[in-house]
């Protein structure tokens, strides 16, 4: 009976680490994952300015390069 439960204990006892080390990982793998979300949704947006020249007048408008969209609503002239 003590060598059933002696080996019954070692089973167990190698058997708790193998599943807490899956769980570590799988917490690590979902921190990661956040991570990659967070840094996704909190991207800064691009400017860049688009330059013109319209009837002899140099203009510029600001582009939206991360939203792919005009930021300005009209072309503005240079002096």
Do not use: H
Not at 13 to 42: C, F, G, H, W, Y
């Amino acid at each position: 009976m003590k060598k059933i439960l002696c080996a019954l204990f070692v089973i167990l006892s190698m058997v708790q680490p193998v599943s807490a080390t899956i769980a570590l990982e799988d917490a690590v793998a979902v921190e990661r994952a956040n991570e990659i979300m967070n840094a996704k949704n909190q991207r800064k947006d691009v400017i860049e300015y688009r330059f013109r020249t319209y009837n002899g007048i140099k203009q510029y408008r600001r582009w939206n390069v991360t939203q792919n969209k005009w930021v300005d609503d009209r072309w503005i002239n240079l002096l």
